[in-house]
């Protein structure tokens, strides 16, 4: 749906965001990952048109966002940082909205308007930032748009609001064929809902992929053996990830288990078990990889 390719952009001959490729498909969710500073923001701020890029093309349904201002109204955006009117009311500024968006649905945001407690007579200024991530996300959807990109939703949120978002947005997305993008430190929450995730460092792209691919590529096995691990086994195998708790060898494995299981049985383990990864696992162990390792401290 849209399409970003070699993307780069600059702030005071800085780069932020170097030569990346994304692309978010109709009817899913793509869970954008990395540690503060990556450029995550940046990014989302040239998708939604709000930046042009220094190099390279954002496109949707194959028109260049940059100088399409009709296009750029079929996205919403739903920022970390709301900066909303504080002297308007709640009413103010869904007429504000209303009135900048041509595909406004107003029996959505009546329907919508019941799962959000607060009044539309209540200021702006007044509202806490959990309830004006709420208003924000509530114009978002009333406004239909066909791409929603969402920095840090859920943030300032309750556990009970944020599962409501959650599936507000699933719902939208099942129903009406939304692309959506969900840029959050909430790794489980993105684990639940996103059909692709892609990881960020330091302005680069780091890794995408489909989440069922990515959980089927790594996997981690505890192995065991009646002395040490032999060394042809190290040799054989590309373990990414090896730790050692007395005879149990740790090892993650980015390839197939089953071949592995099949070409690991000559060595005669005693032990050899599977398990699966979380997202939050394969994350801190593919960012380590890049450098982003954190060191264990006692204090």
Known sequence: ?????????????????????????????????????????????LLCGIYAPDEGTIRLQ????????????????????????????????????????????EDRYKLL????????????????????????????????PKVILMDEPTSGLDPFVRREV??????????RGTSVLISTHNISELEQISDRVGFMDKGKMVLQEDMDNLKFRFKKVQIAFEDVMPLEFEKEFNIVSLKKYGKVYEI????????????????KPILMEKMDMTLEEIFIYRMGGEGYAVKEIAI
């Open 1 to 45: 749906m849209i399409k970003g390719e070699n993307i780069s952009k600059k702030y005071s001959d800085a780069p932020v965001v170097k030569n990346v490729d994304i692309e978010l498909k109709e009817g899913s969710i793509y869970g954008l990952i990395g540690p503060n500073g990556a450029g995550k923001t940046t990014l989302i701020k």
């Open 252 to 267: 993650i494995i980015d390839e197939h288990y089953e071949l592995f299981k099949t070409r690991a049985i000559k060595y």
């Open 166 to 175: 959650l599936n507000l947005i699933i719902q939208d997305v099942s129903s």
């Open 113 to 144: 308007r019941e799962i959000f407690s607060f009044s539309d007579k209540k200021r702006i200024k007044h509202l806490s930032k959990g309830m004006k991530t709420q208003l924000s996300i509530l114009m978002t959807l009333s406004s239909m």
């Open 62 to 105: 194959d028109k260049n966002i940059s100088v399409s201002k009709d296009i750029r109204s079929m996205i919403g955006y739903v920022p970390d940082n709301l900066n909303f009117y504080p002297t308007f009311t709640v009413k103010d500024m869904k007429e504000f909205y209303k009135g900048m968006n041509p595909l406004w649905n």
